[in-house]
């Protein structure tokens, strides 16, 4: 492996800020592209060709952690941060560009998932059962969110808390889901709904 390139042009309370190259830590090489910034690298538990491209932000903290297995690409502009929770990033996951995961819920995405650009997993929600007490200042709820391996997520979904999408499924863009996916099911629309099912007998897809 080449000497190190990257610039660090500042390291101070757990944050670093990298220019370009390759950062070693937790035993294993990420690939850093230009302006990445990773907070508290200490709790980042990366596996093998880790790929931060440039300008995405991950942000974990004390008592949290964020797991990346083999194969992972953070595409650029992209935010990541734990806010309390956990996020667990299986085998062979593309994030796209300008996306975030919030996960004071918790997020898990299984391995081989595709999501395109501009996707958002929130993980928590503001409650609003108050009405003499600004939202702002009323408590979060917060449900894990759960995306189960062999998925695709389209361009500007938002994923809200609680919701798990099943395995091999397909979520169309501009989709905004609010409940449960089925395994090997296509939905679209806000709320999303589910408009396909794989039918394993015929081996086709089939509308609902």
């Not at 932000?57 to 935010?79: D, K």
Request: with cysteine; glycine share 6%.
């Amino acid at each position: 492996m080449k000497s190190l390139l990257f610039k660090i042009s500042r390291r101070f309370n757990h944050v670093i800020s990298i220019m370009r190259g390759y950062l070693y830590f937790q035993k294993t090489y990420v690939y850093i592209y230009n302006n990445v910034q990773i907070f508290y690298p200490e709790t980042i538990i990366p596996k093998k060709n880790i790929y931060f491209m440039p300008y995405c932000r991950v942000q974990s903290g004390p008592n949290q952690s964020i797991t990346l297995g083999n194969n992972v690409t953070v595409s650029s502009f992209t935010t990541i941060e734990t806010a309390g929770g956990n996020i667990i990033i299986g085998d062979n996951v593309t994030i796209g560009e300008y996306s975030t995961l919030q996960g004071q819920g918790n997020i898990e995405i299984e391995r081989n998932v595709l999501m395109a650009s501009h996707v958002h997993l929130i993980s928590n929600s503001h409650i609003y059962t108050d009405i003499n007490t600004p939202i702002k200042f009323q408590e979060n709820k917060s449900k894990k969110i759960h995306i189960k391996e062999n998925s695709w997520i389209g361009i500007n979904v938002v994923i809200q808390s609680g919701v798990s999408i099943g395995r091999n499924s397909v979520v169309g863009s501009n989709s905004t889901v609010r409940s449960d996916i089925p395994d090997f099911c296509v939905a679209v629309g806000n709320p999303a709904k589910v408009i396909k099912r794989f039918d394993f007998a015929l081996n086709i897809w089939i509308k609902c």
